[in-house]
């Protein structure tokens, strides 16, 4: 709006999450260096007050408000570029477009730098690169449960393992912090209701209202309220602030009452390390490996939770697990599966190291997720999710995008993921230490 001119050398990457629209962009502003930034896009330049993003911190890093029309009298924070009378195209076209596959691929001028030596690669050589890119991030969650053991023990670390999964992206910090107090709040005595209701006050997650319109909904919070106000006095200096979640873009199944409720069917059954022990000791055909982690972490229907998603939500029309397969394929190789081979590795079981390494590499593929989806599009030239066919090939893909893109920009500025690509036909290892950031 003041007269500048603006290149966008890169729009960034779309978030479909909380804050700005397109993540990471890189903008030229008249003869000044170029900018790595957030944009966000308003249908009106007023927007940015009204919706408050001025006031959000997750707006901090904005650096171009894109909107259909504005007032050329008003200041704007960040710089704004009205977009109405500037298409190539009428509306009418460039909404079947974006309705179209083609607006989900990213242009062949946005893609990665190392996407063009990625797709000469052979199959079969891009699949050994991904797994051993795998294997790195495998074995550093290893590590990870391997030091945190050394603290605290093996099961306390395999407990805030499973929470901080439970936790998903979003709420992984709170989840792991209610389970590094587990000492503090578990109890050998205290049964399933008991300790669903120690979780949900702790977690700040309790509301303190009923609906006044779920009547069941409502009984069940009188019976958890009963419990927790006699203690919560005695686990005040455990409680978290419930500011601390985020549930902005989450799935209801999702919803951390709901996955704190799952944690407490575990630790009320009891003998979870041991039962995990017993299904690594035990034999499998590969294809039933899933279904027998499945089967040993499945637990009772839970006669509140498996008909609502959060404590508040009307009863469900057909109840739902608390567990699903996609969840145990995050747990299996996030926190399971890394758990049970540096405890092998520690006991100089190469046996055994080698039949959870097999595990790891045969694993099916886990449910999609956002940095799977660019990461396919921008590294890989593609948004199929079939492109990996297994757990190690995304864990692969996920850690590459930690190594490199993550320490990059937008337009790949001194990146050598790409030299080592180039240099991957038998005769280079992948490390991010052997060609530098």
């Known amino acids: 709006l003041d007269g500048q001119t603006v290149r966008i050398l890169h729009p960034g990457f779309l978030s479909r999450e909380g804050g700005p629209d397109f993540r990471g962009a890189v903008v030229q502003f008249g003869d000044a260096p170029p900018r790595s930034g957030d944009i966000e896009v308003d249908m009106h330049a007023n927007g940015w007050r009204a ?13 171009l408000h894109v909107t259909w029309d504005g007032d050329q009298q008003a200041t704007y924070t960040p710089p704004a570029l009205v977009i109405g009378s500037l298409l190539d195209a009428p509306v009418g076209e460039l909404g079947f477009w974006l309705n179209s596959e083609g ?22 050589k891009l699949s050994e690169l991904l797994h ?54 578990q109890t050998q005595s205290l049964a399933l209701p008991e300790l669903q209701a120690r979780l949900l006050g702790i977690s700040g997650l309790l509301p303190g209202e009923l609906t006044r319109a779920q009547r069941v909904a409502d009984g069940y919070l009188r019976c958890v309220w009963d419990q927790w106000w006699r203690e919560r006095e005695e686990f005040s200096e455990c409680v978290l602030p419930r500011t601390l979640w985020r549930f902005h873009g989450q799935r209801p199944a999702n919803h951390p009452q709901r996955r704190l409720a ?17 299904w690594c ?31 508040r939500s009307p009863r469900l029309a057909k109840p739902q697990p608390l567990l699903g397969a996609a969840r145990v394929t995050d747990l299996a190789v996030n926190v399971i ?7 092998a590795v520690e006991g100089k079981n190469q046996e055994l190291q080698a ?40 864990q692969g893909l996920i850690q590459i995008t930690r190594d490199f893109c993550d320490h990059s920009n937008a ?27």
């Open 51 to 63: 919706h408050g993003h001025d006031r959000n911190s997750a707006f901090a890093n904005v650096i």
């Open 281 to 311: 000791a035990a034999t499998f055909p590969d294809e039933c490996l899933a279904t027998s982690l499945f089967e040993t972490l499945q637990i009772e229907p839970d006669d509140f939770w498996s008909w609502h998603w959060t404590i």
């Open 132 to 185: 051993e890119a795998g294997q790195i991030r495998f074995r550093a969650k290893a590590a990870q449960f391997q030091a945190r053991a050394r603290q605290v023990g093996w099961e306390q670390t395999l407990w805030e393992g499973i929470f901080r999964a439970l936790g998903y992206k979003h709420n992984a910090w709170p989840m792991q912090c209610l389970a590094e107090h587990r000492e503090r709040w």
């Open 355 to 394: 039949s959870i390494q097999h595990r790891f590499d045969i694993w099916p593929a886990a449910e999609d997720n956002s940095v799977l989806r660019l990461g396919r599009q921008r590294l890989l030239g593609t948004h199929l999710k079939r492109m990996l066919r297994t757990a190690a090939e995304q």
């Open 262 to 278: 799952l944690a407490a069917h575990w630790l009320s059954a009891g003998k979870l390390p041991a039962k995990l022990e017993h």
């Open 411 to 437: 337009v790949c500025e001194n990146c050598r993921f790409p030299e080592l690509v180039q240099n991957w036909r038998g005769q280079q290892s992948y490390s991010r230490e052997g060609v530098g950031f």
């Open 337 to 343: 599966l890394p758990w049970l081979w540096v405890r």
């Open 103 to 124: 607006a989900e691929m990213l242009p062949e001028n946005l893609l990665g730098k190392c996407s063009v030596p990625l797709k000469d690669l052979p199959a079969g």
